[in-house]
């Protein structure tokens, strides 16, 4: 069974700080792996993705995420956080050998990022 | 442009109603979705469609009904509305389903059942 862990709910970071946000990933196949943010009363919005290659992909507003297959994790970077960072952050992955698009999601993590 | 755009925004409807929520893409997407988003934010998929065909139907009541009359749109028809339904309902779509293309979210219908 797919599914993606975020284990935290609230990550709070000091502007200009470097900004992590988890994600971990359980997939039967290879995954597709995607971050996505959501701004309050917006939908969600793409960030970037890894297909394959180099591990390290960047993405817009200067995140960054790094694929590690042996601990099976995606964890989103920045490294320095601005007050406009504040969001909510969805992890997805997709199986790469499904023909669905569907995409699972973890539960969201709220970054807060005060002055 | 807006890419993803759905209608209502907000909808405010009694129990037992029947309401529907549109949703249209202008960027030549193959595959649209439906989702739930519940008030803890967790993001459920509910349908999803390729080329007007139904592929994702995953556990939800059959009060909902999606219709796809073309590939630009999706719409979701929900009957006897409960209060366990009011969420924020978002559509999205992506390129096809097949490879990894992201998925473009529209703003989404905030549904509130009394």
Partial sequence: ?115 | DTAVSQTPKYLVTQMGNDKSIKCEQNLGHDTMYWYKQDSKKFLKIMFSYNNKELIINETVPNRFSPKSPDKAHLNLHINSLELGDSAVYFCASSQDQLNPYEQYFGPGTRLTVT
Avoid: M
């Fill in chain 1, 1 to 115: 069974a797919q599914s993606v862990a975020q284990p935290e709910d609230q990550v709070n970071v000091a502007e200009g700080n470097p900004l992590t946000v988890k994600c971990t990933y359980s997939v039967s196949g290879n995954p597709y792996l995607f971050w996505y943010v959501q701004y309050p009363n917006r939908g969600l919005q793409f960030l970037l993705k890894y297909i394959t290659g180099d591990n390290l992909v960047k993405g817009s507003y200067g995140f960054e995420a790094e694929f590690n297959k042996s601990q099976t994790s995606f964890h989103l970077k920045k490294p320095s956080a601005l007050v406009s960072d504040s969001a909510l952050y969805f992890c997805a992955v997709k199986d790469r050998g499904s023909t669905l698009g569907r995409l699972y999601f973890g539960r969201g993590t709220q970054l807060t990022v005060w002055p």
